[in-house]
T-cell receptor, first 113, second 114 residues
Framework: GENVEQHPSTLSVQEGDSAVIKCTYS??????FPWYKQELGKGPQLIID?????GEKKDQRIAVTLNKTAKHFSLHITETQPEDSAVYFC????????????FGTGTRLLVSP | GAGVSQTPSNKVTEKGKYVELRCDPI?????LYWYRQSLGQGPEFLIY????????DSGLPNDRFFAVRPEGSVSTLKIQRTERGDSAVYLC????????????FGPGTRLTVL
């Protein structure tokens, strides 16, 4: 089955810096890659997603890139703010006919003022 | 509009007891998912409903776990003879349709088995 690896496990940046989180997946048939932000005591919240027919997608300060050949995708956050501090999860959907998400282990992002 | 809601937010029980966790999906969403999140880990898939039927329950760890969605809306996850290893946050998500559609997560139920 699908396996998703995520790095780094923790990331500390200064406010205004950029942050990059990387994920790799194992199932070449995966075709949907969402990113979720989870704050303490809350459920995951979708922040951006990308489908396999697109190489890059951007939404204001957040962008995701996908390299299907290498089977990896990355989250880029520019001009980080303290409120970006949270745990971020990448996920991939395998070729199961429905959207069973396989998640990475998470990256704890800390943005210091 | 209202998002996915889950009750209770916290549940403490004793080893061997039976528990029920409830999920109210976003109105009109036909697909409903249950995930389990252990401390420091990402959510792990448990079961998926399309309408009233469990389309895939391959993630349920054993036969002590069961879920229902009798009217195609509210779902209940049931755990029999709870064990300490069942302690985790149980997350529910819903999506408008089956397939590559955004899953919206609820806040979760934190289950603690003493």
């Amino acid at each position: 089955g699908e396996n998703v690896e995520q790095h780094p496990s923790t990331l500390s940046v200064q406010e205004g810096d950029s942050a990059v989180i990387k994920c790799t997946y194992s199932d070449s048939a995966s075709n949907y890659f969402p990113w979720y932000k989870q704050e303490l005591g809350k459920g995951p919240q979708l922040i951006i997603d990308i489908r396999s027919n697109v190489g890059e997608k951007k939404d204001q300060r957040i962008a995701v890139t996908l390299n299907k050949t290498a089977k990896h995708f990355s989250l880029h956050i520019t001009e980080t703010q303290p409120e970006d501090s949270a745990v971020y999860f990448c996920a991939a959907s395998g070729n199961t006919g429905f959207q069973k998400l396989v998640f990475g282990t998470g990256t704890r992002l800390l943005v210091s003022p | 509009g209202a998002g996915v809601s889950q009750t209770p937010s916290n549940k403490v029980t004793e080893k061997g007891k039976y528990v029920e966790l409830r999920c109210d999906p976003i109105s009109g969403h036909t697909a409903l998912y249950w995930y389990r999140q252990s401390l420091g880990q990402g959510p792990e898939f448990l079961i998926y409903f399309q309408g009233t039927g469990a389309a895939d329950d391959s993630g349920l760890p054993n036969d002590r776990f069961f879920a229902v969605r009798p009217e195609g809306s509210v779902s209940t996850l049931k755990i029999q003879r709870t064990e300490r290893g069942d302690s985790a946050v149980y997350l529910c998500a819903s999506s408008l349709v089956v397939g590559l559609d955004t899953q919206y997560f609820g806040p979760g139920t934190r289950l603690t088995v003493l």
